[in-house]
């Protein structure tokens, strides 16, 4: 993952004589309350959401755009890319020509922004990153990244099984092959148990491909007594695929899951679940902060964690019916 690259600075010409005044880059004065004392104060955010694919990717689209609003200063064109990089580069070009103030995106996969990211960087517009992560070499890309500990739910996921399941036969039912959430998940649960993995496939974090995913897995790996899901979604798709196998989820074969959004959760509740490491989508209000002072041109950190937690069957009902996601 690359490195914050300066704030941007914009030329102004003011009314009276064309004066040039050096103005930070947001065109108004929101504060952290976001009165902004009208339209043209807003900040004008470009955001590129890589799509609609998981109960995870829903709870953090609505928090994005709860805090991004008119109400809180910001002027949001919000643009759904359906899982494909091409239409989030085409929207962070849209971006570039609307000349906003801070653009931000969650990037499908790490690779293959260097043209575009160059591109931003030469209009001066900052970036903040958003979630997933990017592998580039155009130095210093972005001003801040805010996300969750990839890693880290990789290798939770991996000491649970380490000390619950020791002998366990592990299927890996891997994200979005490509994407920072999917490499950093397989390389912290592989450091810990890697050697009980006898497969690995992508179900590209939705439910359905789960479901295929899973059901040409128990062909190919009979002996498989634990999946290891990179989201809920496909974890769901997985119980799916067990069930019609005529196994019992949770029994026969352990689900370890990472998300922990309330289908996932009421999974784990219904002991088809056995353990799941949360990976929290609602950061709104800390991203439109992060924004805020990017565009009145205020120092930020390099990133913000997002904090996790983990769950297991002890979980009760109530604890899931009281989730915000
Ligand atoms: C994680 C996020 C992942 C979720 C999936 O921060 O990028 O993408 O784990 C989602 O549910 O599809």
Same mark, same amino acid.
């Given at each position: 993952?690359?490195?914050?690259?300066p704030v941007r600075t914009r030329l102004a010409?003011?009314?009276?004589?064309?004066?040039?005044a050096l103005t930070a880059c947001s065109s108004g004065t929101a504060d952290?309350?976001?009165?902004t004392?009208?339209?043209?104060d807003l900040i004008r955010?470009?955001?590129?959401?890589?799509?609609?694919?998981?109960?995870?990717?829903?709870?953090?689209?609505?928090?994005?755009?709860?805090?991004?609003?008119?109400?809180?200063g910001?002027?949001?064109?919000?643009?759904?890319?359906?899982?494909?990089?091409?239409?989030?580069?085409?929207?962070?070009?849209?971006?570039?020509?609307?000349?906003v103030d801070v653009?931000?995106?969650?990037?499908?996969?790490?690779?293959?922004?260097?043209?575009?990211?160059?591109?931003?960087?030469?209009?001066g517009i900052p970036?903040?990153?958003?979630?997933?992560?990017?592998?580039?070499?155009?130095?210093?890309?972005?001003v801040?990244?805010? +996300?969750?500990?990839? *890693?880290? $739910? %990789?290798? @939770? #996921?991996? &000491?649970?099984?380490?000390?619950?399941? !020791?002998?366990?036969?592990?299927?890996?039912?891997?994200?979005?092959?490509?994407?920072?959430?999917?490499?950093?998940?397989?390389?912290?649960?592989?450091?810990?148990?890697?050697?009980?993995?006898?497969?690995?496939?992508? +179900?590209?974090?939705? *439910?359905? $491909? %789960?479901? @295929? #995913?899973? &059901?040409?897995?128990?062909?190919?790996? !009979?002996?498989?007594?634990?999946?290891?899901?990179?989201?809920?979604?496909?974890?769901?798709?997985?119980?799916?695929?067990?069930?019609?196998?005529?196994?019992?989820?949770?029994?026969?074969?352990?689900?370890?899951?990472?998300?922990?959004?309330?289908?996932?959760?009421?999974?784990?509740?219904?002991?088809?679940?056995?353990?799941?490491?949360?990976?929290?989508?609602?950061?709104?209000?800390?991203?439109?902060?992060l924004i805020t002072q990017v565009a009145n041109g205020e120092d930020v950190?390099?990133?913000?964690?997002?904090?996790?937690?983990?769950?297991?069957?002890?979980?009760?009902?109530?604890?899931?019916?009281?989730?915000?996601?």
């Open positions: 993952m690359s490195r914050p690259a010409v003011l009314a009276t004589g064309a004066l040039l952290a309350g976001g009165d004392g009208g339209g043209d955010v470009g955001f590129s959401q890589l799509g609609a694919e998981s109960g995870w990717r829903t709870a953090n689209t609505e928090s994005v755009k709860a805090s991004l609003s008119e109400e809180n910001f002027d949001l064109n919000f643009v759904d890319a359906q899982q494909k990089q091409e239409n989030q580069i085409k929207a962070l070009r849209d971006f570039v020509a609307q000349d653009i931000a995106f969650s990037p499908v996969i790490e690779t293959g922004w260097d043209e575009v990211l160059q591109e931003i960087k030469d209009s970036v903040v990153l958003v979630d997933r992560t990017v592998d580039t070499t155009v130095e210093d890309p972005f801040t990244w805010i +996300g969750a500990d990839f *890693r880290q $739910e %990789g290798t @939770t #996921a991996g &000491e649970w099984v380490a000390e619950n399941a !020791p002998d366990a036969k592990i299927f890996e039912l891997q994200g979005t092959l490509g994407s920072g959430a999917q490499v950093d998940r397989e390389e912290g649960f592989d450091e810990v148990v890697g050697d009980q993995v006898i497969g690995k496939a992508s +179900g590209n974090f939705t *439910r359905a $491909e %789960g479901k @295929t #995913a899973v &059901e040409a897995a128990l062909q190919a790996y !009979p002996e498989t007594d634990l999946i290891f899901t990179h989201n809920d979604d496909m974890g769901l798709g997985a119980v799916e695929a067990i069930e019609a196998a005529g196994k019992v989820p949770g029994e026969d074969i352990k689900i370890v899951s990472v998300d922990g959004v309330r289908d996932g959760l009421q999974a784990l509740v219904d002991k088809k679940f056995n353990y799941v490491v949360e990976c929290n989508p609602v950061f709104g209000d800390q991203l439109a902060e950190p390099e990133e913000t964690i997002v904090v996790d937690a983990a769950f297991d069957q002890t979980i009760t009902q109530a604890d899931v019916d009281a989730r915000a996601y």
